[in-house]
């Protein structure tokens, strides 16, 4: 078996597409290594091999001990890691995008500089959201207001559906257990979207920080992202699990989340709406991961006036305007 310091780096198009992967592995009581290109999962029953490149969000339980090579083959690989705590989950770190191409960040920034664009983009987020309401126009206070009632709407009539109680959205930051078993479902199906947002925004190579609705944060783009698909998914799971009853809330939770997000392919829905929301004169390519070309090569330019890119890797004093460096 070759040593890590001999094995290639792996090219973005060697990588499983963002869409492909798993939504999330959830391991506990075990120690993750690293067997070639794949991690393994250890524990008293023996061990379970798993491939890293399939892995959207890897999840380490209460009692999981991981070593430097298993999460070095995870950062090359793109998959993000959360150490995740018995009363809720919480996301620490994360691997490196699954594209070396910067247009994506490129159009993010663009789009969140220039404040007319930012609003822009907080309203088509409102509108993938609620798709029967037309938010144009709307101020940013006019969102947060609508916003506001159409969670409370939410909330009635997902308690409605379930017949369990609804008395209110209660969350004590750091105290899981604080809360009523519904308000712990939607706890826990909250921070799991958290960290499966970021490991698509992750993989896509676009800042967590820079955020159209959310601000002031290291995630504020992940609350973004996390949101679009409260309403339609993370909320309506949370109350079918609270129906069910009250224990272990948030395991029950987290499988029944991953099973309705295979189901509804969230992970490729994820990927088209960012794509869509950083590049709406672009229609999304959901064939590709990464809005490069097809190529494994790098591709890297120099910013020249006009909004023009030049090659690099090449002295523009040459006397033909440019010669090649070598170095």
Partial sequence: MPTISTRAALT??????????????????????RDDNAITAQDAEGTTHIPSATIGTLLLGPGTRITHQ?????????????????Q?????????????????????????ANPRSRLAVAREMYRLRFPDEDPSGLTRQEL??????????????????????????????????????????????????????????????????????????????????ADLYKTGIGIPVAFDVAAEGEEDAGPRTRRALRDRINETALLNRCVDDIKRLLL???????????????SDTDVVTLQSDGGHHVRSGFNHDGPDGYEEITW
């Fill in 12 to 33: 973005p198009r060697q990588l499983t597409r963002t869409g492909d992967r798993l939504s999330f592995i959830y391991l506990e009581r075990c120690t993750v290594h």
């Fill in 70 to 86: 298993a999460m070095t083959v995870l950062g090359e690989t793109g998959a993000a890691v959360c150490w995740v705590g018995e």
């Fill in 88 to 112: 809720g989950v919480r996301y620490y770190a994360g691997g490196r995008a699954l594209t070396r191409s910067s247009a994506l960040m490129e159009a993010q920034a663009r789009q969140w």
């Fill in 144 to 225: 947060l207001g609508r916003e506001g009632r159409r969670m409370k709407a939410c909330y009635r009539a997902e308690s409605a559906r379930t017949g369990v109680p609804w008395r209110g959205r209660r969350y004590v930051p750091g105290d899981f257990s604080a809360g009523d078993p519904v308000n712990q479902t939607i706890t826990a199906a909250a921070q799991c979207m958290y960290g499966i947002a970021q490991a698509v925004v992750a993989s896509l190579g676009c800042s967590p920080a820079l955020g159209f609705v959310h601000s002031g944060h290291e995630l504020s783009f992940v609350m973004d992202i």
């Fill in 280 to 294: 709406p004169e672009a229609p999304p390519d959901s064939s590709s991961p990464y809005p490069s070309s097809s």
